[in-house]
């Protein structure tokens, strides 16, 4: 209703824009046409206001168009930043993501917690390993890791993530030949603030959170979440969601985000 109020005032607007040149129109050909002869004046006056009525349609049409496409996007961004999604782009991580995630050496601001969630992360880990012990050298923050299981009991769920989605080499290597060799030496120098879990057959999207704790005890809480096809790995083809939340705001139920974060913490404390 409120979309169709808007467009019926957007008319109507137009309507008597319309009227009013169709008017001067008709004054100005009255006041300043040289010839005496009416059928003359009364040709040149019905051909600027034919014009006139071209140009107010189209302007019509057009302004609908535009109206109409506004308010479909306004609506879904409504909808959007209920479920708590502000941001849709690619599924890579960019300067901003990572100070965001890892904390700021400028401003000595530092997340207190963070919840990673991949397969095997192995390139991820690879890549961002100076943030991350940056991050741990500079704060408190405690990290937590959930990774695929490779053992035995959790080999038919590898292969069926592998015949979806081949790899050049085997998750089963990813995790135990890389991703544990980036993360041992973090282990070792920050014992109890640096943590794996290993899950079985639980596996959805790769998803990131940083806590922030704020002075009155709350958290502001962001999320990176990539969603991808079952059959392509999330850096070749995925749209990347974000968002956030705090802690202490009231009304959670809606934010996917928020909810993402609780499915974080049973899976963790399944695999306890």
Same mark, same amino acid.
């Given at each position: 209703?409120?979309?169709?109020?808007?467009?019926?005032?957007?008319?109507? +607007?137009?309507?008597?824009?319309?009227?009013?040149?169709?008017?001067?129109?008709?004054?100005?050909?009255?006041? &300043?046409?040289?010839?005496?002869?009416?059928?003359?004046?009364?040709?040149?006056?019905?051909?600027?206001?034919?014009?006139?009525?071209?140009?107010?349609?189209?302007? *019509?049409?057009?302004?609908? +168009?535009? *109206?109409?496409?506004?308010?479909?996007?306004?609506?879904?961004?409504?909808?959007?930043?209920?479920?708590?999604?502000?941001?849709?782009?690619?599924?890579?991580?960019?300067?901003?993501?990572?100070?965001?995630?890892?904390?700021?050496?400028?401003?000595?601001?530092?997340?207190?917690?963070? $919840?990673?969630?991949?397969?095997?992360?192995?390139?991820?880990?690879?890549?961002?390993?100076?943030?991350?012990?940056?991050?741990?050298?500079?704060?408190?923050?405690?990290?937590?890791? &959930? &990774?695929?299981? *490779?053992?035995?009991?959790? $080999?038919?769920?590898?292969?069926?993530?592998?015949?979806?989605?081949?790899?050049?080499?085997?998750?089963?290597?990813?995790?135990?030949?890389? *991703?544990?060799?980036?993360?041992?030496?973090?282990?070792?120098?920050?014992?109890?603030?640096?943590?794996?879990?290993?899950?079985?057959?639980?596996?959805?999207?790769?998803?990131?959170?940083? $806590?922030?704790?704020? #002075?009155?005890?709350?958290?502001?809480?962001?999320?990176?979440?990539?969603?991808?096809?079952?059959?392509?790995?999330?850096?070749?083809?995925? +749209?990347?969601?974000?968002?956030?939340?705090?802690?202490?705001? #009231?009304?959670?139920?809606?934010?996917?985000?928020?909810?993402?974060?609780?499915?974080?913490?049973?899976?963790?404390?399944?695999?306890?």
């Amino acid at each position: 209703m409120k979309k169709k109020k808007q467009f019926e005032l957007s008319f109507w +607007v137009l309507a008597v824009i319309i009227i009013a040149l169709v008017i001067m129109i008709i004054i100005a050909n009255a006041l &300043l046409h040289d010839s005496t002869d009416w059928k003359e004046i009364l040709t040149d006056l019905l051909n600027d206001i034919l014009s006139v009525a071209i140009v107010g349609v189209v302007a *019509t049409i057009f302004t609908k +168009v535009i *109206t109409d496409n506004f308010f479909k996007i306004k609506k879904n961004n409504d909808k959007l930043l209920s479920f708590g999604i502000e941001n849709i782009g690619e599924g890579r991580s960019n300067a901003e993501d990572i100070l965001n995630l890892f904390g700021n050496k400028k401003t000595n601001n530092y997340p207190a917690e963070i $919840k990673l969630m991949f397969i095997s992360g192995n390139g991820f880990f690879k890549t961002f390993f100076d943030d991350i012990k940056e991050c741990l050298q500079n704060s408190d923050c405690k990290i937590k890791i &959930l &990774l695929v299981s *490779t053992q035995k009991d959790n $080999k038919e769920y590898i292969e069926r993530c592998e015949r979806l989605c081949p790899q050049s080499t085997s998750y089963i290597s990813q995790v135990n030949d890389e *991703t544990i060799i980036y993360l041992q030496p973090l282990m070792d120098q920050f014992p109890n603030r640096v943590e794996i879990r290993y899950y079985k057959d639980e596996y959805r999207y790769n998803f990131r959170i940083a $806590k922030y704790r704020l #002075k009155d005890g709350s958290f502001n809480c962001l999320c990176w979440w990539n969603v991808q096809p079952f059959n392509k790995d999330s850096v070749d083809l995925s +749209v990347g969601l974000q968002g956030s939340w705090n802690s202490s705001d #009231k009304n959670l139920s809606e934010n996917i985000f928020n909810h993402l974060d609780n499915g974080f913490d049973l899976i963790w404390d399944n695999y306890r």
